[in-house]
């Protein structure tokens, strides 16, 4: 059983930025890959961005340039970076190792409007 406690959402006027936080209980952290889902009301849960355990990122391409995943190995920690948000971001967002793929955290709101 993995643990995974996500942070950090809020509500953001569009043009904002966020950072989202996820503490893992994946050993070892150093090389899980992890990732953030995001799924908004009416649709299935989206892959948003990963990162291998050697540190290579991948992004949607709705994300691209504007959201950046990242980790702190000590803290066992992933982060998302979100800048320039738009409405359409708007969703609640999780974390997720994809060793673990059926484990889920609470995930947190994130909310773009003005």
């Known amino acids: 059983q993995v643990q995974l406690v996500e942070s950090g959402g809020g509500l953001v006027q569009p043009g904002g930025s966020l950072r989202l936080s996820c503490v893992a209980s994946?050993?070892?952290?150093?090389?899980?890959?992890m990732a953030w889902y995001r799924q908004a009301p009416g649709n299935q849960r989206e892959l948003v961005a990963s990162i291998t355990g050697s540190g290579s990122r991948n992004y949607a391409d709705s994300v691209k340039g504007r959201f950046t995943i990242s980790r702190d190995i000590p803290k066992t920690t992933v982060y998302l970076q979100m800048n320039s948000l738009k409405p359409d971001d708007t969703a609640v967002y999780y974390c997720n190792s994809q060793w673990f793929p059926n484990s889920w955290g609470q995930g947190i709101q994130v909310t773009v409007s003005s």
């Open positions: 994946v050993t070892p952290f150093s090389i899980a890959p």
